[in-house]
């Protein structure tokens, strides 16, 4: 296998407002946009700094058509993704987008686990026109969480698919925190919820500082800002608020 395979490689919101994104996102997280020649769509490209964070797209009308809501979603690399994308519907995941080239740029498919957490299998054909990031940089996404209701059932499902194997495991009132490594390096938590409504991927980005104002902002984006599309964390890098080591590996 690669040495990407099963890791994240990017991430992409898939909004029904492009505006209040650019505008929220950039009032958040300090992220600026710019446009990006992607074929067949329009597509625009968070930034810290010079360097892509992330991605912004329109969430496309037959997605909505089928009840999809707005949401960050992970791409995840994989060697063949016909083959992973086989393998998810052997093991009872949904695969919403089938195997799908972007002209010579990559191979792509938009699929869920069983418990219906929503993340993108990919393969880059050409890895110059690959869009890089600085995974654990300020400004960048650090963490990636699963949040789901069955954490033996999910851990199964990514095992089989990805490889990922378990690092280590601690029960707590609220569930279970279940962290998951991939070729030695930790990738993700799972935290488990009997009271959850939609198992999916949240990613968090590191930062230097937020103002309590940004907190406030933040802890009422799903009630109110996007109408539940996101599960972004942002995390400051301060003496009152340190970062796991872990936090920052990738």
Request: hydrophobic share 40%.
């Amino acid at each position: 296998m690669g040495d990407s395979h099963g890791r994240f490689v990017w991430y992409e919101l898939m909004t029904t407002d492009l505006e209040a994104a650019n505008a929220f996102y950039g009032e958040v997280v300090g992220w600026r946009t710019r446009g990006s020649s992607m074929p067949g769509s329009r597509y625009t490209l968070f930034t810290a700094g010079d360097v892509s964070a992330a991605g912004l797209i329109d969430l496309p009308q037959d997605a909505q058509m089928h009840g999809a809501a707005p949401q960050w979603v992970g791409y995840v690399s994989v060697d063949d993704v016909d083959a992973a994308a086989h393998h998810v519907k052997e093991l009872d995941g949904t695969v919403y987008v089938p195997p799908t080239d972007i002209a010579d740029v990559s191979r792509f498919s938009v699929v869920a686990d069983p418990q219906m957490a929503t993340f993108i299998l990919v393969k880059w054909r050409d890895a110059g026109r690959q869009l890089l990031i600085q995974s654990g940089a300020l400004g960048h996404v650090g963490w990636h969480e699963l949040l789901t209701i069955d954490w033996e059932r999910a851990f199964a499902f990514y095992r089989e698919i990805f490889g990922w194997q378990k690092a280590a495991a601690d029960a707590g009132p609220t569930g279970t925190y279940l962290q998951f490594s991939a070729g030695g390096r930790q990738l993700a938590v799972c935290s488990t919820s009997r009271r959850l409504h939609r198992p999916r991927f949240g990613f968090t980005t590191l930062m230097s500082q937020i103002s309590v104002r940004h907190w406030t902002v933040l802890e009422r984006d799903e009630a109110k800002y996007l109408r539940g599309q996101t599960t972004y964390q942002a995390v400051a890098g301060s003496p009152a608020v340190p970062i796991p080591k872990a936090l920052c590996s990738h």
